[in-house]
C-alpha cells in the first residue's frame, strides 16, 4: 500500500511538471505569434514600397532617355547603349569646340553668345563647300530643336553638325547642313529655317538663367 500511494505522488507530481511545461510552450508560441505577424507584415510592406519606388525610378530613366533620342541629331540606333553613347560623343565634341572658340576669341566667349534679337545668316563650310553654314539667334524653348529638325527634311536637307548656346532663354546655333545648292534651294532652306526660329516661346523655365 505504501508503495502505491508513493507510485500515485510521484505519478501526480510528473503530471503537473508536465503540464507547467505544456502550458509555458504554449505561451511562447502565442508570443512567437505576437512578434512576428506585425514583422511580417512590414516586410511586405518595405517589399511593396521599394517595388514602387523602382518603377517610378525606371519610368524616370525612360523619359529621359526619350528626350535625349528627342535632341540628338542624326541619332541612327534608338538602344539605350547607343543613345549614352552618343551623348557622351556630343558632349566632349562641344567641349572642344568651346576650348576652340575661347582660342580663337583670345578667351572671350562673347561672339558666340546669342542676341537679344532674332536674326539669321548663312554661309559655306571652308572645309566643305557643299556644306551650308546657317548661324541664328532666337528664343530657347524645348521644341526648338525638333522644329528644326523637321523643317530641315521637309526640304530634304540634313543637318551633319550644330553647335547651340542656350543662356538666359535665348539660343544661338550654327548648323551645318548638307543637300543644298543654289539660289532656289537656299531660298527653301532659309524659309525653312525662319520658320522654325520665329515660333513664340510659350511659358517656360530656360534651361540656363544668368
Not at 510592406?45 to 528627342?70: P, V
Not at 567641349?95 to 537679344?116: D, F, I
Not at 530643336?145 to 527634311?153: K, N, V
Not at 543662356?167 to 520658320?195: P, T
Amino acid at each position: 500500500m505504501v508503495r502505491l500511494k508513493q507510485l500515485e505522488q510521484d505519478i501526480q507530481q510528473h503530471l503537473r511538471r508536465y503540464r507547467a511545461s505544456i502550458s509555458t510552450i504554449d505561451f511562447s508560441f502565442k508570443s512567437l505569434k505576437k512578434v512576428t505577424k506585425p514583422k511580417a507584415e512590414a516586410n511586405i510592406a518595405n517589399a511593396q514600397k521599394h517595388k514602387t519606388a523602382e518603377r517610378y525610378r525606371r519610368k524616370r530613366i525612360s523619359r529621359q532617355f526619350d528626350m535625349l533620342r528627342t535632341i540628338l541629331l542624326n541619332l541612327i540606333k534608338m538602344d539605350k547603349a547607343s543613345v549614352l553613347g552618343e551623348t557622351v560623343r556630343q558632349v566632349r565634341e562641344l567641349k572642344n569646340r568651346v576650348k576652340e572658340m575661347k582660342g580663337a576669341s583670345n578667351g572671350s566667349l562673347e561672339c558666340v553668345l546669342p542676341g537679344e534679337l532674332n536674326s539669321l545668316s548663312f554661309g559655306f563650310s571652308e572645309k566643305d563647300g557643299n556644306l551650308v553654314k546657317a548661324t541664328f539667334s532666337c528664343n530657347d524653348r524645348p521644341e526648338l530643336i525638333a522644329d528644326l529638325t523637321r523643317e530641315i527634311r521637309k526640304v530634304s536637307g540634313t543637318v551633319v553638325r550644330a553647335e547651340m548656346v542656350f543662356i538666359g532663354g535665348r539660343n544661338k546655333s550654327v548648323l551645318w547642313i548638307k543637300g543644298f545648292s543654289g539660289n532656289e534651294r537656299m531660298g527653301m532652306l532659309k524659309r525653312a529655317l525662319k520658320m522654325a526660329i520665329d515660333i513664340p516661346k510659350k511659358n517656360w523655365n530656360p534651361r540656363f538663367n544668368i
